[in-house]
Nanobody
Framework: QVQLVESGGGLVQAGGSLRLSCAAS????????MGWYRQAPGKQRELVAS???????SYADSVKGRFTISRDNAKNTSYLQMNSLKPEDTAVYYC?????????WGQGTQVTVSS
């Protein structure tokens, strides 16, 4: 199986920055895509950003130009650098990795942006 552990959430003022990390372990040698989702209270979980093992990235329109996803394949870790944070970015952020049709999720990390 695959285990994903997030870290790096917290409370920040609007305009500030946070960096989230997601460490993967277990049967991870054939994982291609890693991504980040978020879920705000009363809203559906939404895809924020994803990255392939080769480094191809995609972003939600709402975070383009502010968030950057990266990946260290040697450390089996993905990162989400979040700059120019807005109150509407407040949510629980989840690391995600699909493998052979099974979706693996981290436990989530809270990001709160105060105005």
């Amino acid at each position: 199986q695959v285990q994903l552990v997030e870290s790096g959430g917290g409370l920040v003022q609007a305009g500030g920055s946070l960096r989230l990390s997601c460490a993967a372990s277990g049967r991870i040698f054939d994982i291609n895509v890693m991504g980040w989702y978020r879920q705000a209270p009363g809203k559906q979980r939404e895809l924020v950003a994803s990255i392939t093992k080769g480094g191809s990235t995609s972003y939600a329109d709402s975070v383009k130009g502010r968030f950057t996803i990266s990946r260290d394949n040697a450390k089996n870790t993905s990162y989400l650098q979040m700059n120019s944070l807005k109150p509407e970015d407040t949510a629980v952020y989840y690391c995600y990795a699909p493998r052979f049709g099974v979706a693996y999720w981290g436990q989530g990390t809270q990001v709160t942006v105060s105005s």
